[in-house]
């Protein structure tokens, strides 16, 4: 069975930093396409940066070098480094992972469209980030 724990949530001042993990356990995140995605209330849940197998990354606008997804495939755990956070960066953070998905060969962007879809069967259960201004 698989999951997905997220941790390393917190309430910050803007400017600040956090670091999220995401430990798998029953899942091998590195043949994985791998993403992170948050929530504030009364919004959608939106992708906020990703990872397929060969470590090609995307990031939402909102969060373009700003934020870093890594991953340590000895610690089977996935990582988002988030700096210089923003009033707006607010939200429950979910990290996410599945196979990743063939869409077709006109569709070579493969991370961009399951987090845009949110097209992952596996979640975690979130973890706080709050940031006050």
């Known amino acids: 069975q698989v999951h997905l724990v997220e941790s390393g949530g917190g309430s910050v001042q803007a400017g600040g930093s956090l670091r999220l993990s995401c430990v798998a356990s029953g899942y091998t995140l590195s043949s994985s396409c791998m993403g992170w995605f948050r929530q504030a209330p009364g919004k959608e849940r939106e992708g906020v940066a990703g990872?397929?197998?060969?470590?090609?990354?995307k990031y939402a606008d909102s969060v373009k070098g700003r934020f870093t997804i890594s991953s340590d495939n000895s610690k089977n755990t996935l990582y988002l480094q988030m700096n210089s956070l923003k009033p707006e960066d607010t939200a429950m953070y979910y990290c996410?992972?599945?196979?990743?998905?063939?869409?077709?060969?006109?569709?070579?962007?493969?991370?961009?469209?399951?987090?845009?879809?949110?097209?992952?069967?596996?979640w975690g259960q979130g973890t706080q980030v709050t940031v006050s201004s």
């Open positions: 990872m397929d197998t060969s470590g090609t990354t």
């Open positions: 996410a992972a599945d196979r990743c998905r063939i869409y077709g060969p006109f569709f070579p962007d493969t991370i961009g469209i399951m987090l845009a879809q949110r097209d992952f069967g596996n």
